[in-house]
């Protein structure tokens, strides 16, 4: 029995040890004043009023990234005004808005229900965030309590495969015991959780992993291919269920109705990312589909032709083609079916609550009776268009009067999208630049093998010139300074339309209109980082040098990325003259992304400009390792081969053949031409240099260029050569 009693006493202490040791720890940092930011509202104040804000640093909790994704911005006050209802949306990148960030779900439901609803007026709060999933939701509703909502939209699915803690996951490990994800996050959002992490990321050996680099978005999961019959996609689906039933249970305490959406996915539009191969011939994927036996169907890219040819003669008969074709897809970047059935089994189970289900999938397609394809609702797999963030918004709103038990649900069909454009400040400029980040997007390596990638990169190319040339036709500064004015007088200041106006200004070239306006929108939100941002753009651009360096201190009191920041102001400095502090600050910034290229570039010219060639030859080197086609390093290496003190034939045989590659890729470069010709007559090439020298002043003469043109007479001595 003593026995028994004493190891029985061992196993407790072994067992009490840990956490007593830990709360113990979590105190003495809590005494001594540590407090990193562990939440993601933060409470401010600003004119003697308080407020709700996102913290920027919030994502550093999460991901072990530089460059890790930012929570959306918020700014409300805390104090609710009596006739105001809150409604708070929780979700993924896809609610967040992306690409265009500035008409996300939050902000474009506002608009869809205050326009038919003036008297029922909504506040929307966008609690969203890229690159999480229900993990880290299921603690976003926590915090989302305190605003006290009215109602509480949950849009999210798409990442429950590759986010935290899910089976493709390179975020907090996969899913090991059903406690882990819980346990994990809330080891990570705790003093000493924040410690540890800091700690860690001080060690020299940190720095060598491939874990400490730069965010990469969905190339983060290029091999990470999940096939539907992975075991792991069932204890996926099992996580989802959980967090999305806690989600909704805490709203349920709290008495606060909640919807909770099917999200939409591009099926017709959207071949599969990566497939198995085939298996069947395509006579018999047919047969297999006809008789109903599912389970044999495993290529998705054979399926997503199958659905093609079927859609030819029935959508009906299509539209679960298209989605098996979906769940085939190896890179699990869209909601499946198992995702979406969850959302409607969980909304089925409150039946009779304030819980509503709403498939906004099925609304968009089986439901949609002017449904054409995809390509209208979606830019990509699952973002959405303008007019599909419309669309999902107008039957949000509608199940948000179900739940308040307003009857006038036939206003949300008839939303007029060019009222609410304007509402919203949406102009073609602002697709535009969806578009363009899109096309960056989709050069990714996962979007490498998708069947007819390169045509929809050219179609969207096509649909930029289209666009472009409208914008030159119908935009100019007048028509800004007129849409303003008009925006203007219609309400209260908005921070997020100012924004938009500047950007705007920005794009048409108003950079005095721009660096007005954007100061306007601080005056009002001062968390605003885009504004920030683009506010030292601007300064940049028109060479307020010491405006722009007031700005990037105050950006860097309350941006959490101070790698980004730090190759900002080596750039500052640098065109300051202050090539010291130049060289500390990107320096820095490479230290600790040690692959981010542009950074590299910059640190490369800059010890070029200052005379290090020795140090400017090494980081080009580096640099022509990751991107082994950019002209530009390949031209600076010449030249400082040329100009080395002691070059040798070697040296000279190298400079000849870079500068040549530099002229075959940008062949109308005088610079590069010049850098050739030197290159030519070093090794002893003299009449090719002469030609090539005087074509390169010929070009150098068309841009006023008259600094090459004297290097080249006086480097060349063209006088001399016969």
Not at 188 to 202: A, I
Not at 325 to 346: K, M, N, T
Request: net charge negative; proline share 5%.
């Amino acid at each position: 029995m003593n026995r028994i009693r004493k190891w029985s006493g061992r196993i407790l202490l072994i067992l009490l040890a840990p956490p007593c040791v830990f709360i113990m720890a979590e105190a003495l940092l809590w005494i001594s004043g540590y407090s990193p930011s562990l939440t993601l509202l933060q409470k401010v104040s600003f004119h003697d009023r308080d407020y709700w804000a996102t913290n920027p640093g919030y994502g550093r909790l999460l991901f072990s990234r530089e460059s890790a994704p930012i929570p959306s911005h918020v700014w409300i006050p805390v104090d609710k005004a009596p006739d105001v209802k809150r409604v708070v949306v929780l979700g993924e990148s896809a609610a967040a808005g992306f690409p265009t960030e500035d008409f996300n779900m939050a902000r474009v439901l506002e608009a869809v229900w205050n326009r038919s609803h003036p008297e029922w007026k909504i506040e929307a709060v966008n609690l969203t965030m890229t690159g999480i999933n229900s993990h880290v939701l299921r603690r976003f509703m926590k915090e989302a309590l305190q605003v006290e909502p009215d109602m509480v939209v949950v849009y999210a699915g798409h990442n429950e495969a590759i986010g935290p803690y899910g089976p493709a996951s390179v975020f907090g490990g996969r899913m090991i015991g059903r406690f882990f994800p819980g346990l994990s996050l809330a080891m990570r959002h705790t003093r000493v959780g924040w410690l540890l992490r800091e700690v860690v990321e001080q060690m020299p050996a940190f720095h060598k992993t491939p874990v400490h680099k730069s965010w990469s978005g969905l190339d983060e999961f290029l091999d990470k291919p999940l096939p539907w019959s992975d075991p792991s996609l069932v204890v996926m689906e099992r996580r989802f269920r959980a967090n999305i039933s806690a989600i909704v249970a805490s709203a349920n305490r709290e008495n606060v109705p909640i919807i909770i959406a099917v999200p939409a996915v591009n099926i017709t539009d959207w071949p599969p990312l990566n497939s198995e191969p085939n298996v069947l011939t395509d006579a018999e994927v047919y047969e297999a589909w006809r008789a109903g036996r599912w389970g044999a169907l495993t290529s998705a890219w054979q399926v997503y032709e199958l659905a093609r040819k079927i859609a030819d003669e029935s959508m009906d008969l299509a539209w679960p083609i298209f989605r098996k074709a979906r769940d085939l897809d190896l890179y699990r970047f869209r909601a499946d079916s198992r995702i979406q059935q969850v959302i409607l089994d969980i909304a089925d189970e409150y039946r009779g609550k304030p819980v509503l289900g709403i498939d906004t999938d099925a609304a968009l397609h089986e439901s949609n009776a002017a449904f054409l394809n995809d390509r209208e609702y979606f830019f990509e797999h699952v973002h959405l268009t303008f007019e599909g963030m419309v669309f999902i918004c107008s039957h949000l709103a509608r199940g948000m009067a179900t739940i308040w038990g307003i009857d006038e649900l036939e206003q949300f069909t008839k939303i007029d999208i060019y009222e609410v454009a304007d509402h919203l400040f949406f102009t073609e400029i602002d697709r535009y630049a969806g578009l363009q980040r899109v096309l960056e997007f989709m050069r990714m390596g996962v979007f490498a093998d998708q069947p007819e990638g390169d045509r929809r990169q050219s179609e969207f190319k096509q649909m930029m010139l289209d666009l472009r040339d409208g914008i030159k036709s119908d935009w100019n500064m007048a028509r800004l300074t007129r849409e303003l004015e008009a925006h203007q007088l219609s309400g209260e200041p908005d921070s997020s339309r100012m924004f938009i106006a500047g950007r705007l200004a920005l794009f048409l070239g108003g950079h005095d209109v721009a660096r007005d306006l954007f100061n306007l929108a601080l005056k009002h939100h001062p968390r605003h980082l885009g504004a920030w941002v683009n506010l030292f753009e601007v300064h940049m651009l028109l060479d307020e040098l010491l405006q722009a360096e007031q700005t990037l201190l105050k950006l860097k009191e309350i941006h959490p990325d101070p790698t980004r920041l730090d190759a900002r102001h080596g750039e500052l400095c640098a065109r300051m003259g202050r090539y010291p502090e130049a060289i500390n600050y990107l320096s820095a910034a490479l230290n600790r992304n040690p692959r981010d290229y542009a950074t590299m570039v910059n640190l490369g010219g800059l010890f070029m400009s200052a005379g290090f060639d020795s140090k400017a030859i090494d980081i080009f080197e580096r640099c022509l390792i990751i991107h082994p086609e950019d002209a530009y390093v390949m031209n600076n290496l010449a030249w400082l081969l040329l100009h080395m003190k002691k070059a040798e034939a070697k040296d000279i045989q190298k400079a000849v053949f870079l500068a040549e590659r530099a002229v075959s890729l940008d062949p109308v470069s005088h610079r590069y031409q010049g850098t050739l010709a030197i290159a030519y007559a070093s090794s002893g090439r003299v009449q090719e240099a002469r030609v090539l020298a005087m074509q390169a002043i010929d070009l150098a003469k068309q841009v006023g260029d008259n600094s090459a043109i004297t290097l080249l007479e006086n480097r060349l001595w063209l006088n001399k050569v016969e």
